[in-house]
């Protein structure tokens, strides 16, 4: 198996019914000091659906069933797009039984010069939208 100093996977895990053994071999095909960065929808997003379902550029959100884990469907460009509600003590479990060691976590504050209008860059403020991890394999 080839071994890689960075292992990088955006949006993907919370697709996943088993994240556990991706997890596993992300971990497996790092090289030692090998950094993992790993990014989901956050969790307070895929805890409750019914804000999904209203459309539009919400001005407010729906955080229930949070620690509800499993499987959701999301309304998304007239389907229907299945995701995996976990906590972000879940995540964090999983990473640390693994064998990695979670150096950063951050849920990507928006910051004003991304944004055309103060308006839409305090709606932003309002809920995380992107949990991301930082983690490495130690020696």
Same mark, same amino acid.
């Given at each position: =198996?080839?071994?890689?100093?960075?292992?990088?996977?955006k =949006?993907v895990?919370?697709?996943?019914? &088993?994240?556990?053994?991706?997890?596993?071999? /992300?971990?497996?095909?790092?090289?030692?000091? @090998?950094?993992s960065?790993?990014?989901?929808?956050?969790?307070?997003? $895929? +805890? *409750? =659906? #019914?804000s #999904?379902?209203?459309? @539009?550029?919400? $001005?407010? !959100?729906i955080? &229930?069933?949070?620690?509800? $884990?499993?499987?959701?469907?999301?309304? !998304?460009i007239?389907?229907?797009?299945?995701?995996?509600?976990?906590?972000?003590? &879940?995540?964090?479990? *999983?990473?640390?039984?693994? @064998?990695?060691?979670? &150096?950063?976590?951050?849920?990507?504050a928006?910051?004003p010069?991304?944004f #055309?209008?103060?308006?839409e860059?305090?709606?932003?403020?309002?809920?995380?939208?992107?949990? /991301?991890?930082?983690? +490495?394999?130690?020696?």
């Open positions: =198996m080839e071994k890689y100093n960075l292992v990088f996977s =949006m895990l919370h697709y996943l019914e &088993d994240i556990e053994s991706t997890i596993r071999k /992300v971990y497996l095909s790092l090289n030692t000091n @090998g950094v960065i790993l990014s989901i929808q956050h969790p307070v997003l $895929t +805890s *409750c =659906m #019914a #999904a379902a209203q459309g @539009g550029n919400r $001005t407010n !959100w955080v &229930d069933h949070y620690f509800h $884990t499993g499987i959701r469907s999301e309304p !998304w007239g389907k229907k797009v299945d995701k995996y509600n976990r906590t972000i003590e &879940d995540y964090f479990q *999983c990473l640390s039984q693994t @064998g990695f060691r979670v &150096d950063a976590l951050r849920e990507c928006p910051s010069e991304y #055309a209008s103060k308006g860059y305090e709606r932003r403020r309002r809920i995380p939208l992107f949990l /991301v991890s930082c983690c +490495s394999k130690p020696l």
